[in-house]
Nanobody, 125 residues
Framework: VQLQASGGGMVQTGGSLRLSCAASGLTFSAYAMGWFRQAPGKEPEFVAAISRAGTRTNYADSVKGRLTISRDNAKNTVYLQMNSLKPEDTAVYYC???????????????????WGQGTQVTVSS
């Protein structure tokens, strides 16, 4: 199984980025997908998650209204559209796959079976 995250970069406050995570080696539609992030010196934190069919989403309070998770099961890809970025969004962003039997998009790291390598997002003030 491989999860390949891309799309990170450096933007100014208020800017936008779109992260992608391409999955291979698994039946993508059987997995809920999530995004997590880790800033320097901090614990990893949940950002957003989406159910297997893409009908349900879950967001951290800190990103609601600014970040949007979506998926394209035909392309085995999950996205994170990031708008109105703030310096506190600076982190390495990781995608993860959860082989959930319930289809629920979980915020708990322990539920996820596979993790990508991460992509750096830097927001300058």
């Amino acid at each position: 199984v491989q999860l390949q995250a891309s799309g990170g970069g450096m933007v100014q406050t208020g800017g936008s980025l779109r992260l992608s995570c391409a999955a291979s080696g698994l039946t993508f539609s059987a997995y809920a997908m999530g995004w997590f992030r880790q800033a320097p010196g901090k614990e990893p934190e949940f950002v957003a998650a989406i159910s297997r069919a893409g009908t349900r989403t879950n967001y951290a309070d800190s990103v609601k209204g600014r970040l949007t998770i979506s998926r394209d099961n035909a392309k085995n890809t999950v996205y994170l559209q990031m708008n109105s970025l703030k310096p506190e969004d600076t982190a390495v962003y990781y995608c993860a796959a959860d082989h959930t039997v319930t289809g629920v998009a979980s915020s708990g790291r322990d539920y996820y079976d596979y993790w990508g390598q991460g992509t750096q997002v830097t927001v300058s003030s």
